[in-house]
């Protein structure tokens, strides 16, 4: 028997079954009022602009947001940039988005979400954010868990940043 052969089967098996994926986790950029929270506010097209901005660079292959306008219009000008489509899922519950991320193995990807759901989305995948809440007045949260499977099992990481210019009072 040639075992040569068999160790380059089993690493090429082994590797194949390694992957590594970022996940890049948003809420929705600022609305128009409370009163029209169905598209975004100038200062929220500003702050999608800034979200693309910081994420051109990062190998995104996949964006996924809520049916929601004001989670598509964020997610916009890194689409158009990176010429990619804008898939939807549902807000709740949030274990659709979940196990559409965990399905999606050694990609990047971008999650635009809701306050109530962003921090639930990153605990789903394995993480303790430090906050307990986004408040309704926090726009500028980007949660990044970094996922990597290998042989032996997974690990995951959570890195919390802020991008864009702070919400004016």
């Not at 809701?114 to 007045?137: D, F, M, R, V, Y």
Request: with cysteine.
């Amino acid at each position: 028997m040639n075992y040569k052969w068999l160790s380059v089967l089993l690493v090429t098996i082994g590797l194949s079954a390694c992957s590594t994926s970022t996940v890049f986790i948003v809420r929705h950029g600022e609305k128009v009022s409370e009163a029209d929270t169905t598209s975004l506010s100038a200062v929220g097209f500003e702050r999608a602009q800034a979200l693309a901005d910081r994420l051109e660079d990062e190998r995104i292959s996949r964006i996924l947001t809520t049916p929601t306008r004001r989670t598509q219009q964020t997610a916009g000008p890194l689409s158009r940039h990176l010429n990619l489509p804008i898939e939807s899922y549902p807000a709740k519950p949030v274990g659709a988005v979940v196990e559409m991320v965990q399905q999606t193995k050694g990609r990047n990807i971008l999650v635009v979400g809701h306050s109530n759901t962003i921090l639930e989305i990153a605990q789903g995948l394995g993480t303790k954010p430090s906050k307990a809440k986004i408040e309704s007045e926090d726009f500028d949260n980007l949660l990044v868990v970094k996922l990597k499977r290998g042989l032996f099992g997974k690990s995951v990481r959570l890195e919390e940043e802020t991008y864009g210019k702070p919400t004016p009072p």
